[in-house]
Nanobody
Framework: QVQLVESGGGLVQAGGSLRLSCTASGRTFRSVAVGWFRQAPGKEREFVAA??????SYANSVKGRFTISRDNAANTVYLQMNSLKPEDTAVYYC?????????????????WGQGTQVTVSS
């Protein structure tokens, strides 16, 4: 069993930055794939970024602005978000799979955090 806790969301002006954190307990991030997803009101949950065995993947909408990284010692995965836009406003979720290969589909993830709100004002 894996428990995920996100933090770092908040309100920021367009062009600003935030760093989200996802800390795991129960299992190390070394042996799982981790993804960040987001869900805006009235929209489906969508893929943002993923990390798996040193390989990263990003949605086209965030490529070049967001960076996913991992701190092994802290068992934490980060999502650094720069040049934020109002359309990035959503609840952001951290998720983990039982296997090491990431997926772009939220349906393939086994564990989820509670989500953290990110609001970008124009």
């Amino acid at each position: 069993q894996v428990q995920l806790v996100e933090s770092g969301g908040g309100l920021v002006q367009a062009g600003g930055s935030l760093r989200l954190s996802c800390t795991a307990s129960g299992r190390t991030f070394r042996s799982v794939a981790v993804g960040w997803f987001r869900q805006a009101p009235g929209k489906e949950r969508e893929f943002v970024a993923a990390w798996s065995n040193g390989i990263t993947s990003y949605a086209n909408s965030v490529k070049g602005r967001f960076t996913i990284s991992r701190d092994n010692a802290a068992n934490t995965v980060y999502l650094q978000m720069n040049s934020l836009k109002p359309e990035d406003t959503a609840v952001y979720y951290c998720a983990a799979r039982k296997i090491i290969y990431y997926s772009l589909s939220p349906k393939d993830y086994d564990y989820w955090g509670q989500g953290t709100q990110v609001t970008v004002s124009s």
